[in-house]
């Protein structure tokens, strides 16, 4: 699940658009966003990984 937030929140940072080679990818990349949205704890914990890891 984390590479499947991770990917959207680098994209967002650089001001890129993603392009998905398949429905399979577009799904996991859309089951993360809805995860995230629902759950705020998950989202914090998320939020301060990114933090750690890149920087951001």
Known sequence: MFSAARN???AAELG??????CK?????LKH???R????????DIFT???E????M
Request: positive net charge.
């Open 8 to 10: 959207p929140a680098l």
């Open 16 to 21: 890129l658009d993603i392009l998905t080679p």
């Open 24 to 28: 399979y990818c577009f799904g996991t």
């Open 32 to 34: 993360a966003q809805e």
């Open 36 to 43: 995230l949205a629902r759950d705020i704890k998950l989202k």
């Open 48 to 50: 301060q990984l990114m």
């Open 52 to 55: 750690k890891t890149l920087g």
